[in-house]
């Protein structure tokens, strides 16, 4: 019974290998190839507009199943109120006008030895190089008691959309006097300073609406991004109605029961008005089925390429690699995606690719007219990226027109990036 | 910051109960030096002992390789109600202690 079957896959895998040999030939004579990216954030727009731009005789198809994309960076704005959501929203109108296939559907299989994705409409599409930029997914069975129900009452407002708008939603219909917590994982997770810009940005809306009420941080974490800045913006604007209690003092979340909103640490139990449970998390789904993920639940790439190190042809880029040194952030993403977008049409034509040096901002704002930042340069050492010398932070120590000067840049790098990637 | 110790509070006869256990400590392991190139003397916890109702259950070892703030945790049998008396020692006349009380049912 198995004779024959084995002897079947034999002769596919001849034929299979027979024609990836004989593909960079046919490629580099058309000029041309399949590309496919699944994933339509900073990452995957950003790379499907790189590759387009760069050679328009590629066929490039960007498979996302929603219409609309919400961002994150400038959520927590949302979330306190100074904000609306809409601002936050982009579409994938001026990508489908510069020839890239916009596919709105799921994908929800690939098939690495045949070079296809299948979408949830059951369509399978073939591809010559695959970029998967799916972002991240929470890790269920690392944070007992959080599932998708347990998301409605804890919100965890860490994926931009409906999430911010109940997290939002929450806050206004907290009472005065109330305790907000909220649960930050350890790293490796998506934005590493954002739980923090979040603490501050919700200190200020209850410090405007609701002046008796306090936050309550619970962290997994002893030491976190631009610490001295966010300690010192806490102490100088909000007093002491910021309270964090680090991994050292009992800090990590280990479990919910979301039936009595109780959020249990290693050492004690919480039952905070409003729960803002950010659990710990991995890539994207599909990039599991793909088999690009590796037992940490990232994925392990070449840094050069961005090529997997587990499944030939795919690329990971955004928040779902391994990347080392370099944070999960917009800014990371979109750098991650030009420069893979660039090593993939130098693989199609034959050529090395260089190591890419990738640069990095992140901006936070802690109040309006507040804000600070940090800027990183990166480059591939080994299997990962490290930072590497010329990123600069804002001073621990400068006058209020730094802050307001960079909480203006903060907003004009948003525009910049989103008219980058969607406009 | 005093220990943390998480006991539960309340067990069976018979359970195998888990116990958390965080202490404040620098844990300098002795192998550093300062920018002027002098050695930072070692100062570590270097013992830890759990007693439950004045019986050692529960010993360990602790090395300079061990983290700061060592968090140590462990299991025993709930066998009756009383008192886990938990007790860090080291370097320099190190000394701290903490307690926890268990009704067994």
Known sequence: MNA??????????????????????????????????????????????????????????????????????FS?????????????????DRLAA?????????????EPQQRSVTTADGVTLGYDRLVLSPGIDFHAEALPGYDDAASEKMPHAWKAGAQTLLLRKQLEAMAEGGTVAIAIPANPSRCPPAPYERASLIAHYLKTKKPRSKVLVLDAKDNFSQQRLFEQAWKELYGDMIERISLSQGGRVTSVDPATRTIITEF????????????????????????????????????VTFESKLVPNIHVIGDACLGGGIPKSAAAASAQAKACASAIIGLLAGRTPEAPRLTGVCYNTVAPGYGFSLAGNYQSRGDIFAEVEGGTTSPVDAPRELRAREAAEAERWFQTITADTFG | MAALINVPAKAKRGDVIEIRTLTSHIMETG????????????????????????????????????????????????????????EWSGDNGY???ASASITVE
């Open chain 1, 268 to 303: 004690g139990n919480y039952t905070p008005d409003v729960a803002n449970v950010i659990p710990p998390q991995r890539a994207g789904r599909i990039a599991e089925i793909a088999g690009a993920a590796d037992h940490t639940g990232w994925c392990p790439i070449d840094p």
């Open chain 2, 31 to 86: 192998f550093r030096h300062t920018a002027d190139g002098k050695l930072v003397p070692r100062d570590i916890i270097t013992s830890f002992t759990c007693r439950y109702n004045g019986t050692e259950i529960f010993r360990a070892d602790l090395f300079p390789a061990i983290a700061a703030n060592p968090y140590l945790s462990f299991f025993t049998v709930a066998k009756e109600s009383g008192k886990f008396e938990f």
């Open chain 2, 95 to 97: 000394s701290s202690t």
């Open chain 1, 4 to 73: 024959p079957v084995t002897r079947r896959n034999a002769v596919l895998g001849i034929a299979v290998a027979a024609t990836s040999l004989a593909l960079p030939s046919i490629l580099h004579a058309q000029s041309a190839g399949r590309i496919i990216v699944v994933g339509g954030g900073f990452g995957g727009a950003a790379c499907a507009r790189a590759l387009k731009r760069t050679d328009a005789k590629l066929q490039v198809t960007l498979i996302e199943p929603n219409q609309l994309f919400t961002a994150c960076p």
């Open chain 1, 76 to 92: 927590n704005e949302v979330i306190a109120g100074l904000r609306d959501i809409e601002v936050q929203h982009f579409g994938y």
């Open chain 1, 98 to 110: 510069e020839d890239i296939t916009v596919v709105a559907q799921a994908a929800t299989r690939i």
